[in-house]
């Protein structure tokens, strides 16, 4: 019997304290969801007009002129402008749900796609399709529906690969989300994904034509 061959490669410990302090592009790994521009971005989400998800968070953002392309505010912004949507549509979501949903987010650290393998845009999708499933650790039936459907999330954005990008990673969310939260009774409108980034220039990792948000995609 063929013995298994072992791992010789040498682990090198890399630690966040020392990535997150390193250089500004590392921008993702600052703060802790309690930083300024979270709190502007959720504050003129909770404000925005319409009911597109994908347009709501470019105009958010776009607001944000000098800020990094990266960035933890993602991780309460992605959700809130779900239930905004939802809000302008008409359902009964209140701002206490909102607030939930950014108080979660706030808690994800920065750069966990990278250092944990779950990305705080994807988590914060999940955590408003949470809220309006009714998941808790202990609610059964809907936690297993709550990680199938993160799971799906996960999925696109390792179809989608590349480097890393907050923005990719919120068209991602976005995109999944629609049919998803229709299947909970929350519908919201179709948008087209393809090209339609607005923040390629702002991104120096950026994966350019081999994105399928990147313009041109379309």
């Known amino acids: 019997m063929a013995k298994t061959q072992r791992n010789t490669r040498k682990i090198r410990r890399i630690s966040y304290e020392s990535f997150r302090n390193a250089v500004d592009a590392n921008a993702c790994c600052a703060g802790d969801g309690t930083d300024t521009t979270t709190t502007l971005a959720t504050l003129i989400a909770r404000e925005a007009k319409g009911t ?115 923005k990719k990673s919120s068209y991602a969310a976005l995109e999944v989300a629609r049919d998803e939260f229709a299947e909970l009774g929350f519908e919201l409108p179709e948008e087209e994904f393809a090209g339609r980034c607005l923040f390629f220039a702002s991104n120096d990792t950026c994966d350019g034509d081999a994105c399928v948000y990147f313009p041109g995609k379309r």
């Open 52 to 166: 597109k998800p994908a347009e709501m968070l470019e105009e958010i953002l776009s607001r944000g002129e000098g800020t990094p392309v990266h960035g933890v505010w993602h991780h309460a912004l992605v959700g809130e402008i779900i239930l905004r949507c939802l809000q302008n549509a008409g359902y009964e979501i209140s701002s206490e749900l909102m607030d939930e949903v950014v108080d979660r987010g706030r808690q994800l650290a920065g750069g966990s796609c990278g250092f944990i393998g779950t990305c705080g845009a994807l988590s914060s999708t999940a955590s408003a399709y949470a809220i309006l499933l009714g998941s808790t650790p202990v609610a059964t039936e809907q936690r297993e529906r709550l990680i199938q459907f993160a799971a799906k999330l996960v999925a696109r954005l390792a179809e989608v690969g590349g480097s890393r990008c907050c």
